[in-house]
Each structure stands twice: as structure tokens, then as C-alpha cells.
């Protein structure tokens, strides 16, 4: 089945610790990408990937970093989270188009 | 600031209505329109695009582009229940095809 996965799907976490949510497409699609969505604000993208080690800052990607080794994975690191950074997140993939979207992962900063 | 705008709703219809979604966005530049669906607690999916003006229809649903008056409509003919959901605005600005610019959405009740 063609699809997008994130992993975890929930995330609860402190300020300060280290994580990485982990972004999979098994569609072969060169283009993925990560956007937050907060209430009222809408998706809002944070980082996107043309290819294997080829990214670029959206429009929010203050606070996060990405890494394109593979092209079937496209992690998001936060480093440092505070708790500004709680919303959930998608990872998406393009062909042509049509993104598709991963099932989020609401992540909860305290 | 490039921006994408559309009323919060909620949009309530009644059971086979049309539906009347509206996005206007400042970017006099943009050249791609895309209309999403997301249900509640579920990932957005793609409904239709369309880049030229005037009307793309697809299925009960008609995509309307005017660039000279920035705007973006979606309409959903014969209104179903299954089409309660957030409709999601979003845009390719110039100069940015690997970016796309979301609205926040307008919330959609059809009741029967």
C-alpha cells in the first residue's frame, strides 16, 4: 500500500530533550516536506526536501532541522524543543501535484 | 507576508445544497490553487487543483480561479453529510513551486 508514515504518533516530552520524529514514503517520491498545524493558523511549512540532500526552509523552520539521506526518509529533529513547538505535525510527499500527507504526530512540549 | 485567507465557518447547508467555499490570497504572483479536505483527527487529502482562470469541475466538485480579483472558490454540489469536514485553501507563491502556503481553513456542517 502506498503510503506516508510518522512515527510516534503521539509524543509527549520536556523542554530541552532531544527528538527526532521520523517521516517514511514508500512511493519513491523525490519531493517530502514538514508542516505544522496549530488552531487557527492553519498547516504552516517548516522544511521540504527536492531530493536526497537537497532541503530548504519553508516558512517556519526556526527551532528545527532536517536531513535527506535516503530518499524514502526525511526525519525532523528538534534539538531543543520549548514548548512553542506543541502542534501537530505532518510529513508529506509529492508527485506531480498531489502531496500526500502522513497521519501526524501531535507533539506536546512541557 | 504572503497570506492565504478563508472565513473559519462554521459553513452550515442543508442535505443536496451547494456548497460555497471562498479563499482570496494576497500573492498577485501565485501561480497554483489547491483545495484540501481533512476530516477531524485526520491528515489533509487532495480534492482538486486548478491554474488557469475560470472553472474546473470534477465530479460535484467545481474549483473557480480569478487571479485579477485573487480569489479561489470551491463549490460542492448535492451537499452530503460525508462532506462535513475542514476545506483547506492552499497556494503555490511565485517564485516558490517546492512551497505551498496553506489557509486555515473553512469548517463544513451539511446536515440532514
Known amino acids: 500500500e502506498a503510503q506516508v508514515t510518522q512515527n510516534p504518533r503521539y509524543l509527549i516530552t520536556v523542554t530541552g530533550k532531544k527528538l527526532t520524529v521520523t517521516c517514511s514514503q514508500n512511493?519513491?517520491?523525490?519531493?517530502m516536506s514538514w508542516y505544522r498545524q496549530d488552531p487557527g493558523l492553519g498547516l504552516r511549512q517548516i522544511y521540504y526536501?527536492?531530493?536526497?540532500?537537497?532541503?530548504d526552509k519553508g516558512d517556519v523552520p526556526e527551532g528545527y532541522k532536517v536531513s535527506r539521506k535516503e530518499k524514502r526518509n526525511f526525519p525532523l529533529i528538534l534539538e531543543s524543543p520549548s514548548p512553542n513547538q506543541t502542534s501537530l505535525y505532518f510529513c508529506?510527499?509529492?508527485?506531480?501535484?498531489?502531496?500526500?500527507f502522513g497521519p501526524g504526530t501531535r507533539l506536546t512540549v512541557l | 507576508q504572503k497570506e492565504v485567507e478563508q472565513n473559519s465557518g462554521p459553513l452550515s447547508v442543508p442535505e443536496g445544497a451547494i456548497a460555497s467555499l471562498n479563499c482570496t490570497y494576497s500573492?498577485?504572483?501565485?501561480?497554483?490553487f489547491f483545495w484540501y479536505r481533512q476530516y477531524s483527527g485526520k491528515s489533509p487529502e487532495l480534492i482538486m487543483f486548478?491554474?488557469?482562470?475560470g472553472d474546473k469541475e470534477d465530479g460535484r466538485f467545481t474549483a473557480q480561479l480569478n487571479k485579477a480579483s485573487q480569489y479561489v472558490s470551491l463549490l460542492i454540489r448535492d451537499s452530503q453529510p460525508s462532506d462535513s469536514a475542514t476545506y483547506l485553501c492552499?497556494?503555490?507563491?511565485?517564485?516558490?513551486?517546492?512551497?505551498?502556503?496553506f489557509g486555515a481553513g473553512t469548517r463544513l456542517a451539511v446536515h440532514p
Open positions: 508529506a510527499s509529492k508527485l506531480y501535484n498531489e502531496q500526500f
Open positions: 512511493m519513491n517520491h523525490e519531493y
Open positions: 526536501s527536492m531530493n536526497v540532500e537537497v532541503t
Open positions: 500573492d498577485r504572483g501565485s501561480q497554483s
Open positions: 486548478i491554474y488557469s482562470n
Open positions: 492552499a497556494v503555490t507563491p511565485s517564485g516558490g513551486y517546492n512551497k505551498l502556503i
